[in-house]
Each structure stands twice: as structure tokens, then as C-alpha cells.
């Protein structure tokens, strides 16, 4: 396939170009006209560029790419050796980070809930990126679905607040979201699942009653870049891999 033809591809699917992002997304580094086989995963570390290198792909495909804003822009250290190898060996970089959190079929909530089991009703927060919906089992507790994140995701998560809460209402929103705990309470959640967790979510957590999960960011955003390629595969036929390197956070 082209690379402009998969480009456009991507950027219509996805519908980049509807949200507010603090990073480009879409094609990041531009790399041979051609593509045969690509290699996706959730970061575009070094260590899944070389495995692009070592396994003769044409391009990479991720959800956390580069260019974020603030960031200093200059080529050099750590980003001069990741542009180097993608660079010096013709591999694309293609990144797509709120639209692949916020696609309703491919994202990461969409297929987060579709792992867990949980029904999606409802959108709120920035962009409407936050899901809220119900467990398909009744009357299971917050602890209960923490043992059941820690199962499906190989991963021990944090609980903070009341475990016992019998949760009716779920809200969710992978990856860095622990901002939107306010705007997950707002909407009615007995429990709020996120990646991450700062200092102020466990006094939200105990002064709301709202139980809180931080479940892991690479953990709760992995299964977006691999419904995509499974699509790429099945809809366009394209070799597409899925590459997972462990991130403890």
C-alpha cells in the first residue's frame, strides 16, 4: 500500500483532524513510499524502533509518538538516536493518541470495556473522551473489579477510597486521565478507572465516596493499537504486528 494512501487511510478513520491534541497526530516521520508490514505498539521507544529495524518493517504505528508540546524541540541526545534509526532505515512513524483513546470501536475506552465487560451508555469530560456505563454483572465492588482489572491486565492496580462501594454506575478513561475524577463523580460514577494517580485523587476519592483505580497507563492503553491492527490487517490486508514492552507505569 502507498504510504499517502495509508496516511490518508488512518487520518479518515481515526478522524484526526477533529481533535484538540497536544501532539501531531498522523504520519509523524515519513519513511519509504511503500508499505508492506508494520509494526505497532504503544510507544515509540527506542526499543520498539529497533525492533522495527531488526524485523525489516516499513513503518511503526503507535499511540504515544513524538512532538508533544512544551518539549524541547531540539534534535539531539535521545531524540536524535530515535530519528536516526527511523531515519537511516526508510521506517515511517505513524502516531494517533486522543484519537485512538476516543475512537467508539478501535479506541482504547471502547476495547478497555470490551476486555472488562462493561457497557457503555454515556460520554462526559474534555471532548467527551470519558465513557460511563455499568458492569455486566450486578452488584459486584469496587475491590471486586480491582481484583478483576489485576487479572485481565497482568497487573497489580492501586484502589483508593471505598473498595466495599457497590458499584452500579462505572466510569472510565484510560491512560493519564486522573484528571476527569471530578467530571467522573459529576456524572454519577460509583467508581472512576484511569491509568494514573496523583496526590489529590485519594482526598477526591474519601471525600467523594467515589472509589478511584489508577490501573496502569501502558496497561489500560494497550488493547486501541492492537484492535487497529488487527483492522489493518482484516480490512486492507496489511501485515500489522503488535509489539508489547512491558512499562511498569
Keep these: 500500500m502507498q504510504l499517502n494512501e495509508l496516511r490518508q487511510y488512518l ?34 521507544s527506542q526499543a520498539l524502533v529497533d525492533a522495527a529495524v531488526s524485523g525489516g518493517y516499513d513503518a511503526l504505528l503507535v499511540h504515544h509518538g513524538y512532538f508533544w508540546r512544551g518539549e524541547d524541540g ?9 530519528l536516526g534509526a527511523l531515519l537511516g532505515h526508510d521506517i ?15 479506541g482504547n475506552n471502547a476495547q478497555l470495556a470490551r476486555q472488562m465487560g462493561w457497557e457503555g ?9 470519558g465513557w460511563i456505563g455499568r458492569p455486566q454483572e450486578s452488584g459486584l465492588r469496587a475491590g471486586d473489579i480491582a481484583a478483576r482489572l489485576e ?11 471505598d473498595g466495599k462501594r ?19 463523580v459529576a456524572a454519577g460514577a460509583d467508581l472512576y478507572v484511569s491509568g494514573e494517580i496523583t496526590e489529590q485523587t485519594t482526598h477526591l476519592a474519601r471525600e467523594s465516596g467515589v472509589a478511584y483505580i489508577a490501573a496502569g497507563h501502558h496497561a489500560t492503553e494497550r488493547y486501541g493499537i492492537q484492535a487497529l491492527a488487527r483492522h489493518l490487517s482484516d480490512e486492507l490486508g496489511l501485515a500489522a504486528d503488535f509489539l508489547d514492552l512491558p512499562n511498569p507505569v
Design 11 to 44: 487520518d479518515d478513520l481515526l478522524e484526526a483532524a477533529r481533535w484538540n491534541d497536544y501532539c501531531p497526530n498522523g504520519l509523524q516521520v515519513e519513511g519509504c513510499p511503500e508499505v508492506r508490514r508494520i509494526l505497532c505498539g504503544v510507544t515509540a
Design 74 to 82: 531540539r534534535v539531539i541526545g535521545i531524540r536524535r538516536r530515535r
Design 92 to 106: 515511517s512513524l505513524f502516531a494517533y493518541h486522543l484519537p485512538l483513546d476516543g475512537h467508539p470501536v478501535l
Design 121 to 129: 451508555e454515556g460520554r462526559f469530560g474534555d471532548q467527551q473522551l
Design 151 to 161: 487479572a485481565k491486565l497482568q497487573r497489580a492496580p492501586l484502589l483508593v477510597g
Design 166 to 184: 457497590v458499584v452500579s454506575s462505572i466510569a472510565w478513561c484510560s491512560g493519564g486521565a486522573q484528571g476527569m475524577f471530578e467530571q467522573a
